[in-house]
């Protein structure tokens, strides 16, 4: 791990060490990003799986932490809930767009549909002259994914800053060969912090574990009041702890869940 050091712009912290093994889950609040951390990158968002081993150390570690554990997603809730199905948590859809808090009442950020009718056609204009993008639609939101097209990342950020120039209401995120259209501004940390206001979660010390620069604001958000941030993979963080990779993580999510370590990765 190389650390570059420059004399007056405040780079974020170079995350290298793994995170301990002794935190405490009833004391704890989970926040946890769903791909690249709970599952790995497919090439398609359907095509994504959970191994059994990662749902059963979810559902142990809920239990352990008094149902303490939210996804934090870019992902909306219905397909967090079928991936990660019988299992039905706390999640913060959609960037924060959408929450569902641990009492399983549902909250959205009201979006106006004619906005994202006008951004969702334009996309799917572009998507049906160029095979292999795909179009995602999510209530707040459509992404628009290029990662069977890479060369095509300009034209997909060209459309999607034209757009965003039309009408200031439009935030882009971008991802993991992915560009997304929110229709209202929030963020990963808008739905941390609501959690955080509520019963399990609030009074806890959280947690957020993410591996994609969509992660950062969770990360902020969980440093500012304490917690541990934790990041997967490579790249410049605000977390203090890191994995090389996903198995590691998976590992680490078994142990504290007091699954046994010597069954492996499956
Ligand atoms: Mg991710």
Not at 35 to 61: F, Q
Not at 62 to 68: Q, V, W
Not at 117 to 139: M, Q, T
Not at 227 to 232: E, L, R, S
Request: overall charge neutral; hydrophobic content about 45%; charged content about 30%.
């Amino acid at each position: 791990m190389v650390t570059t050091e420059q004399s007056s712009a405040r780079l974020p912290a170079t995350a290298s060490r793994e995170p301990p093994r002794d935190v405490d889950p009833a004391a704890t609040a989970f926040f946890l990003d769903f791909d690249g951390t709970l599952a790995g990158i497919a090439h398609e968002p359907g095509a994504v799986r959970v191994k059994p081993r990662v749902t059963e150390a979810l559902g142990r570690l809920a239990a352990a932490a008094n149902g303490a554990l939210a996804i934090v997603s870019g992902r909306d809730i219905a397909q967090v809930d079928a991936l990660l199905a019988p299992l039905r948590l706390p999640v913060g859809g959609v960037h924060g767009l959408e929450r569902r808090d641990a009492a399983g009442r549902l909250q959205r950020v009201a979006v106006d549909a004619a906005l994202a009718e006008r951004v969702g056609s334009r996309v799917a204009a572009l998507v049906a002259r160029n095979p292999g993008l795909l179009r995602e639609v999510k209530p707040g939101s459509v992404a628009l994914h290029y990662r069977k097209r890479p060369e095509l990342a300009g034209t997909c950020m060209e459309l999607a800053r034209r757009l965003a120039d039309e009408d200031g209401r439009i935030e882009l995120l971008r991802g993991r060969k992915v560009v997304e259209l929110k229709f209202a501004r929030r963020s990963k940390a808008d739905a941390i912090a609501g959690f955080m206001a509520e019963p399990p979660f609030a009074g806890r010390k959280p947690l957020f574990a993410g591996d994609d620069v969509t992660d950062e604001d969770g990360f902020a958000e969980v440093v500012r009041r304490g917690g541990m941030a934790i990041k997967i993979g490579d790249g410049e963080t605000a977390a203090a702890f890191r994995f090389a990779g996903i198995d590691a993580f998976h590992d680490w999510l078994a142990a504290m869940a007091g699954l046994d370590d010597a069954e492996g990765t499956q």
